[in-house]
């Protein structure tokens, strides 16, 4: 059974600095996918990872795969309030297409 | 374009009673899903389909029912709602992953079930 995991779930950050969302996940995969959630609204996607060592960027978010280690990181830097928001990573099998499995999510709020 | 396309947005049922949350995507995807979600689990799988005409279950398929006739529908059938199925339920499209895309989300369904 494939499980995704977290961490931290909760994100308490100032305006301005740096930090990590780890993804650890317990069956090899090389799919893993990274989504935003604002409060009561639907996800959105932010990054599609598909390869051992795949590093995609965007703004001040940026995410990272190392299928060997079955972790992904996604990194904060320079955080600001529109940061704000729960983020998910998920994975897929790729063998079960379109099954993805998810992480509990982290919410992470960015205070001035 | 409308993407992914989820009715009711909020639904109250009493215990007991049945419904369908419908879904349709306008993308020409040939996998569809339904997930739910809960505080603190993220979301998790509960039917899936490749393709019309072909469904399967999820992590938490017990309660509910799907069908695929059409590549663009895929309603979730509650067959006698419970107090456990209230949640926030998701319905997502998306290409083969062969193709390198990700899943596209509904705008989702709170559901209480009272």
């Known amino acids: 059974e494939l499980k995704v995991e977290q961490n931290p779930l909760f994100l308490s950050m100032q305006e301005g600095k740096n930090y990590t969302i780890y993804c650890n996940y317990s069956?090899?995969?090389?799919?893993l996918y990274w989504y935003r959630q604002d409060p009561g609204k639907s996800l959105e996607s932010l990054f599609v990872l598909l390869s051992n060592g795949a590093v995609k960027q965007e703004g001040r978010l940026m995410a990272s795969l190392d299928t060997k280690a079955r972790l992904s990181t996604l990194h904060i830097t320079a955080a600001v309030h529109d940061l704000s928001a729960t983020y998910f990573c998920?994975?897929?099998?790729?063998?079960?297409?379109?099954?993805?499995?998810f992480g509990q999510g982290t919410i992470l709020t960015v205070h001035p | 374009n409308a993407g992914v396309t989820q009715t009711p947005k909020f639904q109250v049922l009493k215990t007991g009673q049945s419904m369908t949350l419908q879904c349709a995507q306008d993308m020409n995807h040939e996998y569809m899903s339904w997930y739910r979600q809960d505080p603190g689990m993220g979301l998790r799988l509960i039917h899936y389909s490749v393709g019309a005409g072909i469904t399967d279950q999820g992590e938490v398929p017990n309660g509910y029912n799907v069908s695929r006739s059409t590549t663009e529908d895929f309603p979730l059938r509650l067959l006698s709602a419970a107090p456990s199925q209230t949640s926030v339920y998701f319905c997502?499209?998306?290409?083969?992953?062969?193709?390198?895309?990700?899943?596209?989300f509904g705008q989702g369904t709170r559901l209480t079930v009272v």
């Open positions: 069956t090899t995969s090389d799919r």
């Open positions: 998920a994975v897929d099998l790729g063998t079960s297409y379109g099954k993805l499995t």
């Open positions: 997502a499209s998306s290409y083969s992953v062969t193709l390198n895309t990700e899943a596209f």
